[in-house]
């Protein structure tokens, strides 16, 4: 099986990504060989600092730009070949929520949950 065995949640194996320099300068290795893996129930918080490839990670496992090596596993989903099937299981709740600045974070998660129509009765009990 392509990307390792399936998981009940998300997987990452040698996740990389380089940008290519437009300018004659040096490429930017923005993602280097990430490796994790996250269960079904657990939230994950990504921290680091500008240009850390925080992002990047982010947006190569959505598929929203392409990797150069590795892949990623959200389930029994592989990113290179079941991306649609993934986008409807994974949610990303960005930083910049500057409309919800009064929203707390697990007030953030239940109304992206509620936007993609994910049932998940765990939240009663933090709001």
Do not use: P
Request: with cysteine.
């Amino acid at each position: 099986m392509k990307g390792g065995k399936n998981v009940d949640g998300l997987r990452t194996l040698g996740l990389s990504k380089t940008y290519k320099s437009i300018t004659g300068g040096s490429d930017v290795k923005a993602l280097k060989n990430a490796f994790f893996e996250i269960n079904t129930g657990q939230l994950l918080g990504v921290m680091g600092h500008n240009g850390a490839g925080k992002s990047t990670m982010i947006n190569t496992i959505c598929g929203l730009i392409s990797k150069n090596s590795g892949t990623a596993r959200v389930g029994q989903y592989n990113i290179d070949e079941n991306l649609r099937s993934i986008r409807k299981r994974m949610g990303v709740v960005s930083q910049f929520d500057v409309l919800w600045d009064e929203l707390t974070g697990i007030e953030h998660m239940y109304l992206f949950q509620t936007i993609k129509r994910v049932e998940m009765t765990h939240f009663d009990e933090f709001i």
